[in-house]
């Protein structure tokens, strides 16, 4: 992740679609934002552009990382358990981190606790069960995900859904073909990051821009992530 989060398109695409949305959907110019999962802290980095960010990750080993890259401030911690107050930030991004928690709906009781009325939780989940393969096992998931669990999952737990989207649209046949291989082969289960010459992967940082941009107007119907906007509603402030 250290050496390929800045440049491979997955990682670039996913952190423009989620910058994007927090642009859009965040009431406050520079929001106090909670980076849940922060890993090695790219996006941390780029929060650091627009928002006023806090990383937490469970893993040692990802906050040493981000540490090697000048980030603070970055706190170990379960996504289960914040080690914070209620109401503490206006937005929290969280990219890839719920799949992995045997307690999803727990870790999103936490993050909406953490934010304060009227905040927003930005995320995104991999999609479809029917993707399921050796990639999956290797990153330890728990499950992957439609739109209308996570829709359940979030409004469970009091969010309110501002926008639900599938994401990896336009490359989702080529996604579907790719996990069929892998079920296929033999061996050990392995995490799948496919190479690709620069020029494709420029190409491919492009297209994902664009369909970052088609997600912050309408929702796509398919693809092999579900991304999420979610608020925390304002009446909470008079409970």
Not at 52 to 66: E, H, I, M, T
Not at 88 to 116: G, N, P, W
């Amino acid at each position: 992740m250290y050496e390929l989060e800045d440049r491979y398109w997955w990682f670039v695409g996913r952190r423009t679609l989620a910058l994007g949305l927090l642009r859009k959907y965040s009431h406050v110019a520079t929001p106090k934002t909670l980076d849940l999962g922060c890993g090695t802290g790219v996006i941390f980095g780029k929060l650091k552009e627009v928002a006023d960010p806090v990383g937490f990750d469970f893993s040692r080993l990802a906050l040493q990382y981000c540490r090697k890259r000048g980030l603070e401030p970055i706190v170990q911690a379960d996504a289960h358990h914040l080690p914070v107050q209620d109401n503490q930030f206006d937005a929290a991004i969280c990219l890839d981190v719920y799949e992995h928690l045997k307690d999803d709906s727990q870790a999103l009781r936490e993050t909406f606790r953490a934010l304060r009325p009227g905040g927003i939780l930005v995320l995104s989940v991999p999609a479809l069960m029917a993707l399921w393969g050796p990639h999956d096992v290797a990153l330890h998931h728990f499950r992957r995900y439609t739109r209308s669990l996570m829709a359940s999952r979030l409004k469970a737990v009091g969010f309110e859904i501002e926008r639900l989207s599938y994401s990896v649209f336009f490359l989702f046949p080529i996604v579907i073909f790719i996990r069929f291989l892998e079920k296929r082969r033999k061996g050990e289960a392995k995490a799948s990051l496919p190479s690709v010459p620069d020029w494709m992967n420029r190409a491919l940082i492009g297209l994902q821009a664009f369909e970052a941009k088609l997600i912050e107007s309408v929702p796509l119907p398919w693809g092999s992530s579900v991304v999420a906007v979610a608020r925390k509603p304002i009446v909470e402030e008079a409970k």
